[in-house]
């Protein structure tokens, strides 16, 4: 099992090319940011994770200019979205910047997506799309990226995408294109994941039973027709984990970990490099 880091990426972090540096020193397999193109100063939607927004929720920077940068400077690290928010982006100029990051590291990019949280967010990107018919704008989405980076004339033609033959260029290194990690939840997020994901991305917070959560969901798979096989689990872990925790993501079949997600104040520069200390002995073991 591999182990990854999550960094909140704002301009109080640590700078991502020292943090690209640290982590490739010491043996991590990929560096994980998020993605939120804007916080609405007025907002009724709650934060999931419960009490106020934390600040740094307001100033993360661009996922792929900041994955580029660690990229140019860790060149076996790979580059990963925790996740990057589909809805709130010109799909055509993402498929063109996903690919060309995908080109210029060499085929390192692991494309996690969502459709967030925050309705007014969504809503100031597209007004006339209900926050309940998200998931299907999403799976349109995910479908007509997959064919711009794949044909040589792409087109699509959906309720929520639509547009005739392009030629959009360069496309991506890896074959037939770059993975897709679904980060949903809920009956109907894990039914999308099922249905078309390349891979799924859990935050660990959301099960009561991280392990039960993992053999709950293969079932889901089978029952559904898909071999659970072809849906690699990233488990994406909160706070500060025993390595007994880490130990049992392994054993349930997980095939990474992804630590610090959740927590701002481990992405500063004073507590990031020791949290990667303490944990890069745990990298040989769970190999």
């Not at 990426?9 to 490739?24: C, F, G, P, Q």
């Not at 589909?86 to 996690?112: F, P, Q, V, W, Y």
């Not at 089978?222 to 007994?244: N, S």
């Not at 079949?253 to 990031?272: C, I, S």
Request: with cysteine; net charge negative.
């Amino acid at each position: 099992m591999d182990v990854g880091f999550f960094t909140m990426n704002t301009d109080r972090s640590i700078a991502i090319d020292r943090l690209a540096r640290e982590l490739e020193a010491r043996g991590y397999e990929s560096l994980w940011v998020g993605e939120h193109s804007h916080i609405p100063v007025r907002q009724e939607t709650p934060y999931p994770g419960g009490g106020d927004l934390p600040e740094a929720y307001t100033r993360m920077a661009d996922p792929f200019v900041s994955l580029m940068a660690a990229g140019a400077v860790a060149p076996t690290l790979k580059l990963g979205t925790g996740v990057c928010l589909i809805l709130e982006r010109d799909l055509i100029a993402t498929a063109k910047e996903t690919a060309t990051l995908d080109r210029l590291s060499n085929g390192r990019l692991i494309l996690g997506v969502g459709c967030g949280w925050n309705v007014e967010e969504l809503r100031n990107h597209q007004p006339d799309l209900r926050f309940t018919h998200r998931y299907g704008a999403m799976r349109e989405r995910v479908a007509a990226l997959k064919a711009l980076w794949t044909e040589d004339e792409a087109e699509y033609h959906g309720t929520h995408v639509n547009f005739d033959p392009i030629l959009s260029y360069p496309k991506p290194v890896q074959t037939p294109h770059p993975p897709v990690m679904l980060g949903n939840w809920g009956a109907v997020g894990l039914r999308h994941v099922i249905e078309y994901a390349d891979e799924w991305g859990p935050v660990d917070s959301f099960f009561d039973d991280p392990v039960a959560g993992l053999q709950t969901f293969r079932q889901q798979c089978a029952d559904a027709g898909r071999d659970p096989a072809t849906l690699p689990i990233t488990v994406f872990v909160t706070g500060q984990p025993p390595m007994e925790k880490l130990v049992a993501y392994k054993e349930a079949g997980a095939v990474r970990v992804v630590l610090g997600t959740g927590h701002p104040a481990l992405h500063r520069e004073d507590k990031a490099v020791p949290f990667l200390d303490r944990y890069a002995p745990a990298i040989a073991e769970l190999a």
